[in-house]
């Protein structure tokens, strides 16, 4: 029943009854996936895939057995397993999840747009080379010197920790203490007695005196990240704090003098908060000594695949995927076009999400979270397609670097798109709509820009799209805009 209902459709089978005659097969036809019964006369299933997993690591294997238990589930998926196909078979399901996996194993063969070497840095990194986060590093440069109050704004997940860890860094501060302390977190009768310290009897359940963080850390500096939701009354203590560097502990009426420097953050507007009667001014106008503005990850889309690659180095060498190589061109264009709503740590949590999906050297579309393509930007994909016809035409021009940085003009023919397509069908392309778009698309930008000498924004006027997209493509495509517009093979 399997070979024939897979064998309609076109997929050639070979079978074995004997896990040993099925390693044989593996090695001499070096099939594009295999499905294994995890019940077998000579080993079971699991110690098969072992001994085929060693013979061919990137083959995806689908187990296949009567035993539904969760740890049998659980075990073929932690050794990498494909999938998971429960007998009686479902002829439907084993159909897609052997498409799915052939498709997997030729995606492997195809070249990866970011390969990864090394095991990845540890540790935390700040990463951007961006025109919003150059401006950010040059802040810090700035500020990070002198002892007066910085508070950092920017969304939820953008890294406003990132920042004030940089900050004390390159500060005279640097070794000594640092605390960070989310407001957000903690309860308002809780706070208080975090940051400021009790005396012993100061409330129900205070046994003993207890050092505030604003005490513990004398001579160094304390992050309050989310100050916006502090209370009146520990917004006026926090104030009197900065002004005077002086403070009293709970159920105390010494005054204790302190060294510390304060870096607040907020992803709150709090000016509007003034307003409203929420937030003090006389805080706000000391907190804002100096004001760093953390950009959202979607202002600032060409930082993507630094990132990326950065996380995905990390990932899998804490979550054993070693073997993973790279990340296939549909996944890292869907990634790009993100919105990213929850910014830098949304991106670290999908790419976990993707890696614990992933069981091929290439992490692919399939494997993202749905959630990454309800923001996907389609309107310049209608456009492209909805002008297709004019654009496969030969163009007349281009420009070429020649010596001495001057440009001349030379004969440029536009990608034979059948030619392409006849080839793509050849390699049993599964994604040929999203890869024929995106030839015309790395044409389109490229000629756009070779016309206008590399100009950004008269190639956005041409195109009737904002700046900010056409700097994505041209960070995508590997565009050169240097002297001459070129696109890297």
Not at 219 to 232: A, N, P, Q
Not at 364 to 387: A, M, N, R, W, Y
């Amino acid at each position: 029943m399997v070979q024939q209902g897979l064998e309609k459709l076109g997929i050639q089978v070979i079978s074995a009854s004997l896990a040993l005659d099925g390693l044989r097969l593996v090695e001499t036809e070096q099939p594009d996936a295999a499905l294994v019964d995890v019940c077998l006369p000579e080993m079971n299933g699991f110690e098969l895939f072992r001994k085929i997993r060693a013979l061919d690591s990137k083959i995806p294997m689908i187990f296949v057995t009567s035993d539904i238990s969760s740890e049998t589930t659980i075990e073929a998926m932690r050794l990498g397993a494909f999938d998971y196909l429960a007998k009686p078979i479902n002829l439907d399901q084993l159909r897609k999840m052997t498409v799915s996996a052939i498709a997997a194993r030729r995606l492997m063969e195809q070249p990866v747009v970011m390969p990864l070497s090394g095991d990845g840095a540890k540790g935390d990194q700040f990463i951007g080379r961006s025109a919003p986060m150059l401006e950010v590093f040059k802040s810090i440069g700035r500020v990070s010197g002198s002892n007066v109050t910085v508070l950092i704004r920017g969304e939820s997940g953008c890294g406003k920790e990132l920042v004030a860890r940089a900050i004390l860094q390159h500060s005279d501060r640097h070794g000594k203490p640092y605390t960070a302390v989310n407001c957000a977190a903690i309860p308002d009768q809780l706070l208080e007695s975090e940051l400021f310290g009790h005396e012993k009897g100061a409330f129900t359940g205070a046994d003993q005196r207890r050092k505030g963080k604003f005490e513990q850390c004398h001579g160094g500096t304390i992050f309050l990240d989310e100050v916006g939701d502090m209370s009146l009354l520990i917004q006026g203590k926090v104030l009197r704090l900065i002004q005077d560097q002086r403070f009293q502990r709970l159920g105390s009426n010494d005054e204790i003098a302190t060294d510390v420097r304060v870096i607040a953050a907020t992803n709150r507007n709090l000016e509007e908060m003034v307003k409203k009667g929420k937030f003090r001014e006389d805080l706000l106008y000391r907190l804002n000594g100096y004001t760093i503005e953390l950009p959202p990850l979607r202002d600032r889309r060409e930082d993507i695949p630094q990132l990326l690659e950065y996380f995905l180095k990390r990932e899998r060498r804490e979550m054993g995927k070693m073997s993973l190589e790279g990340l296939a061109p549909a996944a890292l264009d869907a990634l790009i076009r993100y919105d990213w709503p929850g910014n830098v740590r949304q991106l670290q949590s999908v790419i976990r999400h993707a890696l614990l999906h992933t069981t091929g050297t290439v992490l692919s579309l399939e494997c993202l979270p749905t959630i990454v393509f309800e923001g996907k930007d389609s309107s310049l994909v209608e456009e492209v397609t909805q002008h297709m016809s004019e654009v496969m035409t030969p163009a007349t021009t281009a420009v070429q670097p020649m010596s001495g940085g001057r440009i001349e003009e030379a004969s440029r023919i536009a990608p034979d798109i059948g030619s392409f397509i006849d080839g793509r069908l050849l390699t049993g392309s599964t994604d040929l709509y999203n890869e024929t778009i995106e030839e015309v698309e790395r044409y389109l930008f490229a000629r756009t820009l070779s016309d206008t000498h590399g100009n950004q924004s008269k190639a956005a006027d041409i195109l009737g799209i904002t700046r900010g997209k056409v700097r994505d493509r041209i960070a995508y495509f590997g565009i050169q805009l240097e002297r001459a517009v070129t696109i890297q093979s």
